[in-house]
Each structure stands twice: as C-alpha cells, then as structure tokens.
C-alpha cells in the first residue's frame, strides 16, 4: 500500500476510535441519568418534538420514559420531571439545589443574567427578596398597590362603557390596565390610554410576547450554534427589549434628579435608594443594568400573561353562561354595585375565587414552566443530575391531573369548590410554579386577575356575537406560553 493510503487509513481508524470513545463516554455517562431518546448529533431529539406543540410532545415521551427523564436539545442536556411527586421532591423537598435559573439562549441573551428572572446566584437571591418587599407595599408611598389596582380597573370600566355595548375586541384595552399597573409601581403614575409614549411601550411588548412564542424562537433557543444562521426576528427581539431598557432607563434619570430617600414613592425610588445604602458594598448586586433588567421582567411577567389570563377568563366565562350567572349573583349578594371590590371580598366570594382558580388551572399559561437548573451535583432519586443540569419542570401534567381534577380537560370551577360550596385549596394548583424560584409577582397576578374580572362583572354583562357554544378556546400558540384566541363580545352595562 502506498504511504497516502497508509496515512488514510490511519486517520480514518483514529477518527473511528475517537467516535467510538465519545460514544462510549456518553453511554457510560447516560447510564447516571435518567433515561430517554437517543439523541442524534448535533441536533440531539428536536426531531421527536412538535416546535407548535412542545407540551405535547413532551407528555407523550414521558408516557414511554416514566415521570423523569433525559432529552438532548440540539447538544444541550434536559432532564423533564412530570408529574406533581416528581415536582414536589425537587422543587420543593430540594429546592435549595434545584434553585438555579436554567439555560434559555434567547433569555440569555436578552437578560446577560441581569434582573430577576433569568438571574442565578447571589444575585438572584439579593434581587427576588428587594422585589417581593417592594411589591409588598413597603416604602412605596401612601398608596397600597392595591389601591393602584383598585384605580386602574375603574378606568378600565370606563373605557369598557365607551363601547356602548357593541361589539368588541378586548386584546387592546386589557393589555392597558395591566400594563398601566406596572407603570404605577415603577414609575408612581399611570398613563391615559391613548398617551403616545405609553402606545408605544405597548406595542413593543405586545410585540415582543408574540416573537418569543414563534416556532422559530424555540428552534434559537434549542440551536444555539446556529444563531448566526438564522433569520432576523430573534434580532428584533433583542432591539426591542433594548428598547423598552431605554424606556426605564429615562424614568429613572428623572427620578434621580428628585430623589428622596427617605420619602419612595415607587419601585424605582426604593431601587435608587437601595443603592445609594450599598454604594461601599462590593457585594452588592444592585446597579443600573440590574435596575433596567428588573424592569423589563416586571412588564414581560406583569402586562402580557395577566391580560392573557383575564382576556382568557372572559371567554371561558362568555362560553359559560351559567358560570356568569353565579358570579353576577355573588357579587350582588356580597358587594352590591355601589362600592369597589377588594381583595379582602375575596374570602366571602368562594364561587369568584374558584372561577379565578380554575381559569389558571385550565389555560395552563406556562405549560414548559421557566427552566431551572442543580446548582451542584445531586443524587436525584436513583440518578445522577450534574451540576449546571437543566431542568424542566412542566405544569401541564400538574394542572391537567384527571386524579386531583376529575374533568381537568374541561373549565369546571367546581374543581376548587367542596360538598358545601367553600372554597377547596389543592396542591396541584401551581400556575405560578412552586419553590424558592415561583413567580415572584404571583400575589400581584391574582390580585388583579380576581380584582379585574370582579370589577368588570360588577358593571357588566358579558354578550357572546353568535352562538356561546361555537365559542373557541383553542390557543392560537403553544409556545413558551399560550396565546389565547381573538375574539369579540359585548360589555353590557347593568
């Protein structure tokens, strides 16, 4: 044989070997974690995934593979827990090493582990324990955030009766009264809606929701390698995300130039002078780029999931007329139509919290949850997770459980009612996921969801156009959340 086939021959046998090795490695590898596909290079099980349906796919694999178990996404790692014993033993009776937020590419690259979401470490816990004392009313001015509720869901009212009991599409309108909350915790004011710099904010996030749960955001997030390929959306998510920083960032340049620290008055002004008291900490993790990123987290978890949530709650409620029924007598027994609800009503109304409940159970917003990751390794029941592993933690198969939800596939507030029509807690009702890392603003969220369907109710009756039975409640998207479907109905003044 000739020496270039020897030297061929030779390089093909040391490339044959190498595989066979990393092979080798991985399967011994595999043998610690939980089962699963096998994953192919480079794009691992993405073929085995429905980008439009990802729940879905999800469920079926674990049908197969068990309530834990291991999924390549491109060349990244997944382990997927199913089921509530499988969430609760790590989320909860673990939490302290499941804590770390996991791996998102576009999250990364919006966030750079900035604010509070997307943020791990010390970092994290500094920022989670500022936001939840914030948002729970200390040094924020005379004004509860309750009462910003409160005034938001009256001018909400009011743009309702503007409409004069036509037809409308509600999307626009219920973006604004969350949105405007937001504003008043950040920024101490809300804005009329139709002020143009407050239309503006809007759009970008309506836009940004909707960019996030496209198809071809989830094939950015599961290759990665391929980001310089792709086409440009997820560059106009970043632009916008930019955008909306900058948008913060010139509120807080006002607030620094009257800044009274002894006198907050918002979100901002608490953040400022949290700074200003840790200014000769080199442990402090609070500056402007984490001010701005928690910010943004605030309107990205504030403004499109609530208005989804209540857009989502009016047509469960329109497609059910009885279920209206119940919550128009309700109110009329415990409220009347001359005060404004409170959130204290919320324990004399068991039928009202119930429907609540029950539109976040059935809608299952965040079905994939916000991944997190083992922040060391970890014997996870008879398995090996290593460190930096990330985990999936899906609600929908804890929502959807037909043991603790007799009709999970269906909206039946009675799903939270007892014998006696009391209200009936259950562990299995984890929309905002459960641990050291569930939402931080869940108390805000269903403040304002219960405050905005029971103000709305109290003034009006919801009129389907057409037949309430051919009524759609399919999303439009199953991405990183569910989008409900447009749709119009009549605000019926009482």
């Not at 970008?204 to 909707?210: D, I, W």
């Not at 043991?403 to 009391?422: R, V």
């Not at 569930?438 to 109290?458: D, H, N, P, R, Y």
Request: glycine share 6%; charged share 25%.
């Amino acid at each position: 044989m000739d020496p270039w086939g020897l030297t061929s021959t030779a390089l093909l046998t040391c490339v044959l070997l190498l595989i066979f090795l990393s092979l080798w490695r991985q399967g011994f590898k595999r043998r610690k974690l939980p089962p699963g596909p096998i994953p192919l290079p480079i794009i691992g099980n993405i073929l085995q995934l429905d980008l439009k349906n990802m729940p879905e796919s999800l469920s079926k694999l674990a049908e197969k593979y068990g309530p834990i178990y291991t999924l390549h996404i491109g060349t990244r790692r997944v382990v997927v827990l199913h089921g509530y014993d499988i969430m609760k033993e790590a989320l909860i009776d673990q939490g302290d090493i499941f804590m770390d937020r996991g791996n998102l590419p576009m999250f990364e690259d919006v966030a750079e582990g900035h604010g509070v979401i997307f943020s791990s470490g010390e970092r994290w816990k500094q920022h989670r324990r500022f936001t939840l004392t914030t948002l729970r009313n200390f040094g924020m001015g005379k004004r509860s955030v309750e009462e910003r509720v409160q005034e938001e869901a009256q001018c909400l009212v009011e743009e309702l009766r503007k409409r004069k009991g036509q037809p409308t599409d509600p999307t626009f309108i219920l973006s604004c009264a969350p949105c405007n909350v937001i504003c008043s915790i950040l920024f101490r004011d809300r804005f009329k809606y139709n002020d143009e710099k407050f239309l503006h904010l809007m759009n970008l996030l309506n836009e940004n929701f909707r960019l996030f749960n496209k198809p071809w955001t989830q094939l950015y997030n599961f290759l990665p390698a391929f980001r310089a390929y792709l086409p440009g959306e997820h560059k106009r998510i970043l632009k916008i995300n930019e955008e909306v920083k900058d948008f913060i960032l010139e509120r807080v340049k006002e607030h620094q130039k009257v800044l009274d620290p002894n006198n907050p008055q918002d979100f901002i002004d608490c953040y400022l002078s949290k700074m200003q008291q840790e200014k000769d900490n080199p442990q402090s993790e609070f500056d402007l780029e984490n001010l701005k990123m928690t910010g943004v987290d605030l309107f990205s978890a504030g403004t499109e999931t609530t208005n989804s949530t209540i857009r989502y709650g009016l047509l469960l409620i329109l497609k059910h007329p009885e279920v209206q029924a119940k919550i128009h007598e309700e109110i009329g027994r415990v409220i009347g139509h001359n005060r404004l609800p409170s959130i204290k009503d919320r324990q004399d109304m068991p039928y009202m919290d119930a429907v609540v409940h029950e539109v976040q159970r059935f809608i299952d917003l965040v079905p994939l949850n916000v991944p997190h990751a083992v922040n060391r390794d970890v014997h996870f029941q008879q398995y090996i997770l290593p460190k930096g592993t990330t985990i999936f933690p899906l609600l929908t198969p804890v929502l959807h459980d037909k043991k603790e939800f007799p009709k999970a596939d269906q909206f039946d507030p009675q799903h939270f009612l007892d014998e006696n029509g009391k209200f009936k807690k259950s562990d299995h009702f984890m929309p905002f996921s459960i641990g050291k890392r569930s939402c931080a603003g869940e108390g805000l969220a269903k403040m304002e969801v219960f405050l905005f369907l029971t103000t709305i109710l109290q003034n009006f009756t919801l009129k389907a156009v057409g037949d309430p039975n051919e009524i759609r409640i399919k999303p439009n998207y199953v991405g990183f959340s569910k989008l409900p479907p447009r749709y119009q109905l009549c605000f019926l003044p009482q």
